[in-house]
């Protein structure tokens, strides 16, 4: 298990550069830099432009930035934020427990609503909830996540006015609060993009996971459990999900990339100030280190999450525990 763990750890090392060095070259050759807005001004001549281009090296090769950033990358260090005017590592480390509060509300409560989904429509399969409830699932499967985070945002801020705007606190009361309150403002500012994230990607957890528990049922066991004068219920619950379960949990490893994504997109909607708004915002300012840093932190979530996936899914398996 040790050498199966060094073995994938040195595979996302390399997965890991790989994505940094593409970032790296996409960002810096696309048009423009940094500095672009403040050379919008007329009255910023030139050579100021090249002063700060050679204060941040960005008037050297790109091979040779790309060096010295890795450099940088060997030692930690992330580099320097322009929009933010400090180390992109201190601003990534503020942001990312807000995205990882986020995708981990989302990713147990979208495996928790898919799979009783697909239990429901499995003991209901053929009647018209078992219809519905697919037609409800595909839908949200199919549902880009910006066009439906900009409906709840419509729906529960404007037209009823439940939750806040956005953010992840009220920024006027928060610090006035007691800890009581503070708690409930921040479930608050959480609720609805947690629960809009949570939905979309349940669509996707009961539609797989309603197809596994139908391959499970036509098996042996679940005859002989029926023979026994097992419920259905009984059934699905202690022989039928436990074995379809398996498959399921190699999804978790699949949703960490479209967690990440949708989150990026529902924190730049909900104002909740994640790694994913960082980085669109830098996008925007074109602040390249905190783009590149961002990425590569995306990448590490998402190979640790497929890592774990594999972990979990020898843990379920006796089969391959014995291997």
């Known amino acids: 298990m040790i050498r199966y763990l060094a073995r994938r750890l040195a595979q996302a090392a390399v ?21 672009s807005a403040v050379m919008d001004n007329p009255n910023v001549s030139e050579s100021v432009r090249q002063t700060l281009r050679a204060q941040y090296g960005l008037d050297k090769p790109l ?4 060096a010295r950033y890795i450099g940088q990358l060997a030692r930690g260090d992330l580099g320097w934020s322009f929009s933010h005017d400090r180390p992109v590592l201190e ?14 509300v989302a990713l147990v409560g979208s495996f928790s609503l898919g799979i009783l989904i697909a239990l429901i429509q499995v003991a209901r399969r053929g009647s018209a909830i078992d219809h519905a409830l697919s037609g ?27 939750f806040p705007v956005g953010g992840a606190v009220d920024a ?9 309150a503070r708690i409930g403002d921040r479930l608050r500012h959480l609720t609805l993009p947690a629960l809009t994230l949570t939905v979309l990607a349940a669509g996707s957890v009961a539609r797989f996971q309603r197809a596994e528990l139908l391959d499970v049922l036509p098996a042996d066991y679940i005859r002989t459990a029926r ?6 219920r009984e059934i699905l619950r202690r022989h039928a999900l436990r074995n379809a379960l398996l498959p399921t949990i190699s999804l978790i490893g699949l949703s960490f990339p479209a967690l990440l994504t949708g989150a990026f997109f529902i924190e730049k909607i909900f104002a909740w100030p994640g790694m994913g708004l960082a980085v669109i915002t830098a996008i925007s300012t074109r602040d390249y280190l905190l783009v590149v ?5 995306g990448s590490i979530m998402v190979t640790l999450g497929s890592l774990l996936a594999d972990i979990l899914y020898a843990w379920a398996d006796p089969r391959l525990r014995a291997r």
């Open 293 to 297: 840093g961002g990425v590569i932190i």
């Open 172 to 180: 006027v009361m928060h610090d006035y609060m007691g800890l009581g």
């Open 227 to 232: 023979l026994k004068g097992l419920t259905e």
């Open 136 to 162: 409800v699932t595909l839908v949200l499967f199919s549902m880009p996540d910006f066009w439906f985070a900009i409906l709840a945002l419509l729906a529960f801020t404007y037209w009823l006015p439940i």
């Open 15 to 35: 997965i890991v550069a790989f994505v940094a060095a593409i970032s790296f070259a996409l960002i810096h050759l696309a048009p423009g830099d940094p500095f």
């Open 63 to 66: 091979p040779e930035q790309f």
């Open 91 to 104: 601003v990534l480390a503020t942001a990312l427990p807000n995205t990882l509060l986020l995708m981990g």
